[in-house]
């Protein structure tokens, strides 16, 4: 039908033996189900930062001409279309994605729309049958991987050199070398692996993979579980959605290694919504693996059990949160909880749980392939091995790069064709803003710290003179209002008033002092009070913008 009707409501509430108060708050959480009437072809066309700077706004304010405003649907009409936060496909912006609602519902991707609104009319008069990942006119890989084919890579290295649908490439490309190294170690041996490679997550948070995996391990309490997420809602990121389109398989063998290191006969993928071809990719091999072997009861004959579930998010930001991620796995309002207790202790079904996102994953067959004491050696002392950058904005080759930690903003920069520069977004709509003083920091843990500044989830994201930048920390802010699970008052209340601030000081041309002191002070409660990240940095990009790129004075 397309949305979810009282009547389907209550169906489901007998069927499930869940209250019916209860399911709606699971039903009115996320973006992409809805309780309203609504056609059943949608296009949810992106009007985050990326998309907003590469033509997203004019193709809103077209199919607004065309087909009424958002969320609205013409009489006789089978079609309608709504603003969506970040598709994940920054380096193919402006970028749609179009629901199609039947007895076989698909999802088809448009990355670059390169025909305007009319090629967005098409497709709503005629979607094509089946799932569908339409990347422009046949875009290659090289696209979004400018690196393709380039030697000393590692976690790209596979990309645009072996088919993602085969196993048999896979393994031909060195894959499940990894596993059967990890087999003759033993679970302590490959965690010992990992401690001396110096992995740290590379969601944002940074934190000792080692330690998390060790902690899991020699938790008592049994069953233990491994979460995989791949929520990947930041705007401005889109490794992760590359790696599960384009190198499947390397994550499953990341997947299965982690099992097997924490005593985990169960993994969980939570895979964005928004990423039809990825969870296409990811269900084959996952499928691939389990009937070679790879995968199931006794994985290579080597006497232990690991199995992956596919579980899939409906847009929802902070789901990309663990204990968030925790609750939307178990059917529950994608809310976060109080910690401690901490995930290694009592996580998903209240059991021992790692969580890792797909680059730090993915990072694992390379390392134990390599050797974790060689491996810790790339990069720098504080901040050991490759990192993936997102580079999008205003740049000649957007895409998705990969490079020691150390090379400096401006290497990296040129690497992407960057013209003159006025800011830079680091780290995402939850990261900073700096400037052209800037462009010759580390890319490093240590290197951002001292310019207080953060590397995030590997967000680069380009602005030159032409763009207006009071609209874009405006936009920033309207992602966190409409983001915020509203389960605290800081966050549900302070999100909201920071939107309505700075859209009064765009529409001023200005700021006062009494504004700017508001806009701080918010941001300080935030901080202090919100019970989950994205409260704490809802401030942060907001903040530094005001204050690096001079912002409250009239406007670009």
């Known amino acids: 039908m397309g949305w979810v009707s009282r009547g389907a409501l209550n169906h489901i509430s007998r069927r499930l033996q869940v209250p019916p108060a209860e399911l709606w708050g699971v039903v009115s959480f996320y973006h992409l189900l809805s309780t309203r009437p609504r056609p059943p072809v949608v296009a949810h066309v992106c009007d985050d930062i990326a998309c907003r700077i590469r033509g997203g706004e004019a193709l809103c304010e077209a199919l607004e001409h065309t087909l009424g405003p958002a969320g609205a649907a013409r009489d006789g009409s089978n079609a309608s279309w709504m603003r969506s936060p970040c598709l994940g496909q920054c380096e193919r912006a402006p970028a749609v994605l179009v629901t199609v609602a039947g007895e076989a519902p698909r999802t088809i991707t448009l990355a670059p729309v390169e025909g305007g609104a009319e090629e967005i009319l098409e497709m709503l008069a005629d979607p094509p049958a089946t799932a569908d990942t339409r990347v422009g006119s046949a875009t290659p890989v090289q696209r979004s991987v400018p690196q393709v084919g380039q030697p000393g890579l590692r976690l790209l290295s596979r990309i645009g050199r072996a088919d993602p649908t085969s196993l048999d490439a896979y393994r031909a490309s060195d894959g499940y070398r990894a596993l059967a190294r990890a087999l003759t170690l033993g679970p302590a041996g490959v965690i010992d692996e990992v401690v001396a490679s110096k992995l740290v997550g590379r969601g944002g948070a940074a934190f000792p993979t080692g330690r998390k995996w060790d902690a899991v391990a020699k938790a008592a309490a049994q069953p233990h579980y491994l979460v995989c997420n791949a929520d990947e809602s930041e705007p401005g990121t889109f490794k992760d959605r590359l790696l599960m389109e384009e190198d499947p398989f390397a994550l499953v063998e990341g997947m299965t290694i982690a099992g097997y290191a924490t005593g985990c006969a169960r993994g969980f993928l939570y895979l964005r919504g928004e990423y039809p071809l ?136 040129d690497l992407a064709g960057a013209a003159p520069v006025r800011a830079v977004l680091l780290g995402g709509a939850a990261g900073v803003f700096v400037g052209p003083a800037d462009l010759d920091v580390p890319l490093t843990f240590e290197g951002t710290r001292a310019i207080s500044a953060t590397l995030g989830s590997g967000v680069v994201m380009v602005f030159g003179e032409r763009v207006d930048l009071l609209d874009i920390v405006r936009r920033i802010a309207e992602f966190f209002r409409d983001e915020s699970c509203g389960q605290c008052v800081p966050c549900r209340v302070g999100t909201v008033r920071q939107e309505e601030l700075l859209a009064r000081l765009r529409a001023a041309g200005g700021a006062d002092a009494e504004s700017l002191a508001l806009l701080r002070d918010l941001g300080q409660v935030m901080r202090d009070a919100s019970i989950c990240g994205l409260g704490q940095t809802a401030s942060s990009a907001v903040e530094s913008a005001l204050a690096r790129l001079a912002l409250g004075g009239r406007r670009p």
């Open 278 to 413: 990825a969870a296409e990719r990811m269900a084959g091999a996952i499928a691939a693996a389990r009937a070679a072997g790879l995968l199931g009861a006794d994985v290579m004959g080597a006497g232990f059990a690991f199995d992956i579930e596919i579980r899939r998010g409906a847009g929802a930001y902070i789901c990309g949160e663990e204990t968030a991620l925790f609750n939307s796995i178990e059917g529950k309002r994608g809310e976060p909880r109080n910690k401690p207790p901490f995930p290694v202790q009592v996580g998903l079904f209240a059991q021992p749980t790692v969580v890792n996102n797909v680059e730090t994953l993915v990072n694992v067959p390379a390392l134990l392939r390599e050797g974790g004491a060689a491996y810790g050696g790339i990069g720098t002392s504080g901040s050991a091995g490759p990192k993936l950058f997102c580079v999008s904005g205003e740049v000649a080759r957007p895409g998705l790069y990969e490079a020691p930690f150390g090379i400096t903003l401006r290497q990296l920069l």
